[in-house]
């Protein structure tokens, strides 16, 4: 009869595999949690995870806890846009690295580049692979400058001014904006004047990245590498001020400039996470490459962890019906653990229906204090106290601005 009004002291937990996280709430015990591990036991469809909850509970911590701690199994980190920096330091005392983007930062690197190449692809297949990356880049990076789908004729301004540039032993970004404003070639159809007409919109929205307030960004060869053998690497977005779509067109950039390292078939198992990710949804371009590697997740050893508030925050992305919208609600569908932090009251009844929460569930949602948090794993539910150490505690801290001076207490 209790195992049935609160069926969390009927569960065993998922094991002594993995991370550990904290105490269960209702058994007591140590609570472990690996996604690679439970994806292997069949428990879970897909390595990735949803985290939210509301400011100031404790779900930055625990997604830096998870993080750091995967490390000493043989994990690694990617961060691949930070827009408040909390994570640099989290990186460098890893041994990771931290790259600073803007700020007057001499740090540039080249979307474009072809990345690391593995010696069993052909040439044929690794020139296709390339392409196809570069061309889902330029498009999602075009989307995002107009605010709006291309146009038929703007796509093939498009793939003309990036053939053109492919064809540079180093293409970069500035080579595409000179292309599409004066192309050198035209398809069958079409001139190379009414090629440059079609393109103009285009390639003025996309300038901005190379000689407007993103100059010195993305507008040449990369001055840096990646290390994929880096236990942690993060890119610093703090210096970069502006709109979300701003922020959308940056972490476009960086994360292309990642994939190529997430490609390796030698990278190992790694998170990647996606902090303050209610900002990143709200850009359709961006959404549909989240999309991509959430559905690529599996074949490439990936678990991709998406921090937002609530998830209400869903709901924010595009119209009701829209494209957009249903590119979020996939990406909650293509997460098979959702941990949710304290909600507010208004939010239980949405929460609870989005999670397929049982009463007693979601009776919890209101009344979990800091550091605690409702896991639905797979099909199983747990309430978890997360435990941090004092060190992770002071690595983690981000309320150190808010901290009143005992001086003027």
């Known amino acids: 009869m209790v195992a049935g009004a609160y069926p969390f002291l009927a569960e065993g937990g998922l094991g002594s595999a993995g991370v550990y996280v904290g105490q269960d709430a209702w058994s007591g015990g140590g609570f472990c949690f690996d996604p690679w591990v439970l994806y292997s036991q069949g428990i879970i469809t897909n390595p990735n995870c949803l985290l939210a909850g509301v400011v100031g509970k404790g779900k930055s911590c625990l997604a830096k806890s998870l993080a750091t701690r995967s490390i000493a199994f043989g994990r690694r980190v990617y961060v691949p846009g930070d827009p408040k920096g909390e994570w640099s330091v989290v ?26 190449r593995d010696p069993a692809i052909p040439d044929s297949q690794w020139q296709l692979l390339v392409a196809n990356r570069r061309r889902a880049l330029v498009g999602s990076l075009a989307q995002s ?75 040449g060869p990369s001055t840096l590498t990646f290390d994929p053998a880096l236990p942690m690497v993060s890119l610093d977005l703090s210096q970069i001020q502006g709109s979300d779509q701003l922020i959308a067109m940056v972490m476009t950039c960086a994360s292309a400039w990642m994939e190529a390292a997430l490609s390796a078939p030698d ?14 949804m709200r850009q359709p371009a961006l959404l549909a490459r989240m999309q991509s590697q959430w559905k690529l997740s599996r074949g490439l050893g990936i678990a991709n962890l998406l921090i937002v ?39 239980a009844p949405q929460t609870a229906l989005e999670l397929g929460l049982s009463t007693a569930e979601r009776a919890q949602l209101p009344d979990l204090q800091r550091g605690e948090g409702l896991w639905r794993v797979g099909q199983r539910a747990f309430v978890v106290r997360h435990v941090a150490t004092d060190e992770e505690l002071t690595l983690f801290d981000t309320n150190s601005r808010m901290e009143v001076p005992r001086s003027a207490i």
């Not at 990771?96 to 690391?116: F, H, V």
């Not at 540079?168 to 004066?182: F, G, K, Q, R, W």
């Not at 990278?267 to 902090?275: C, E, F, H, K, T």
Request: hydrophobic share 40%.
């Open 267 to 280: 990278g190992g198992q790694r998170w990647v996470i996606y902090d303050e990710a209610w900002r990143l």
């Open 309 to 347: 508030h609530r998830l209400s925050d869903l709901d924010a992305v595009g119209n009701a019906g829209s494209e957009s919208r249903a590119l979020a609600r996939g990406l909650l569908g293509d997460c098979s653990t959702k941990i949710v932090y304290q909600q507010e009251v208004s939010e």
């Open 91 to 116: 990186a460098k005392a890893v041994g990771g690295a931290a790259i600073q983007l803007g700020g007057g930062s001499r740090n540039r690197l080249n979307p474009l580049d072809t990345g690391p």
């Open 145 to 219: 400058a107009l605010g709006r789908p291309l146009m038929s004729v703007e796509h093939t301004a498009l793939d003309v001014s990036l053939a053109g540039a492919a064809a540079a032993v180093e293409p970069t970004l500035p080579m595409l904006v000179d292309l599409l404003l004066e192309p050198q070639s035209a398809p069958p159809g079409s001139s190379a004047a009414e090629l440059a007409r079609d393109g103009r919109d285009l390639a003025h929205a996309m300038r901005r990245l190379v000689a407007g307030d993103l100059g010195g960004l993305f507008d």
